[in-house]
């Protein structure tokens, strides 16, 4: 397993310990025992697994012990792995940049990690040879613009901003001339989160996607909500919301790297069926993944191998 998974792996070790402990247990035990089972689908609610999936799971292994009253603890990793992967499928989001240039927005809560997240993708598609312009649509906080351009002086990156209070519909506006004018590949847009003045919110984010679609009928290309995954299903509400509004096309799920709820990603896909094309492992630019559905099972269901 490449290195930066290991974060998901080593948060889902350290962070759901009733997981692993039942988990130790089938193993240790060498088999599959009703009591096992009910630690097991105790431990798969606990992280935040959901209803479907905890049910499926729980529903395979009984099948299992009914039918031989032995389950070679592997079984249980492979037999847990076809669920999450079966759960999953079509949860990949592949991000071509086709479109010169294509349009993200990122939306979504405050502390979400939209910021960061834009930060560590602009950084990523830079070392990818990508020319990439960052737009500071987050107009609304006063300590916004700054937070961004700290990243974004650091990591070298290209930014249009404006002065605080401005409206986020015209630095969008401008970003996008400037893209179009420096031949950008590709314009990343970060945007306000804040969830008390919603209405206002949503109408502001309606505004900068009608903006963008009048300079070209596709833009903004990607609508990505970016979403709290230390929150787990507590998100999928939320996601309904901004999906009213925004018709978003895909997720990035942050801070699984030290989650005990990781196993939300599951239920927030499952819910919405947008494709992930990020999770957020740390808060430093190298911690962005593509989201990978192998890497994702086996840092769920190979952490004890190592163990034995
Ligand atoms: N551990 C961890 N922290 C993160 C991650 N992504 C963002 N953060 C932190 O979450 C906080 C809020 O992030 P920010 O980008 O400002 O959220 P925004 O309000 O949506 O723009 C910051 O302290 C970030 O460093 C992640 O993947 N893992
Ligand atoms: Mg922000």
């Given at each position: 397993m490449s290195g930066i998974f290991n974060k998901l792996k080593e948060g889902f070790i350290r962070e759901t310990p009733t997981f692993q402990r039942a988990y130790k247990k089938i193993f240790r035990d060498k088999y599959l025992d009703l009591s096992s089972i009910e630690a097991l689908e105790e431990s798969l609610y606990e992280a935040d697994f959901g209803v479907e999936t905890t049910e499926e799971m729980i529903s395979l292994a009984q099948k299992a012990f009914q039918s031989n009253g032995k389950s070679a603890p592997l079984d249980i990793a492979k037999l847990g792995a076809k669920v999450l992967t079966d759960a999953l499928e079509g949860s990949e989001g592949v991000l071509k940049l086709d479109a010169q240039p294509s349009v993200i927005c990122l939306i979504g809560i405050n502390g979400a990690g939209k910021t960061t997240t834009t930060a560590k993708l602009g950084f990523q598609l830079k070392k990818d040879g990508k020319k990439v312009l960052i737009g500071a649509c987050d107009t609304f906080r006063a300590a916004a613009n700054e937070q961004l351009m700290s990243w974004t002086d650091r990591l070298g990156l290209e930014i249009v901003s404006s002065s605080h209070g401005a409206d986020a519909a015209a630095v969008a506006f401008d970003s996008y001339n400037t893209a179009v004018k420096k031949e950008m590949n590709c314009l990343l847009l970060d945007t306000a989160g804040r969830l008390h003045t919603k209405t206002n919110l949503m109408e502001e984010l309606s505004k900068m996607k009608r903006v963008l679609a009048k300079q070209?009928?596709?833009?903004?290309h990607y609508r990505w909500l970016v979403v709290d995954g230390s929150l787990g299903s507590n998100s999928i509400e939320q996601a309904k919301v901004f999906h009213e509004h925004f018709d978003i096309n895909g997720l990035i799920v942050t801070k699984?790297?030290?989650?005990?709820?990781?196993?939300a990603v599951v239920g927030i896909f499952r819910a919405l069926k947008i494709p992930i094309y990020f999770v957020g492992l740390?808060?430093?630019?190298?911690?962005l993944r593509p989201f990978s559905i192998q890497e994702y099972v086996d840092a769920v269901f190979s952490s004890q191998e190592e163990d034995q």
């Open positions: 070209n009928g596709e833009s903004p699984l790297d030290g989650t005990s709820r990781g196993g740390g808060e430093s630019e190298n911690d």
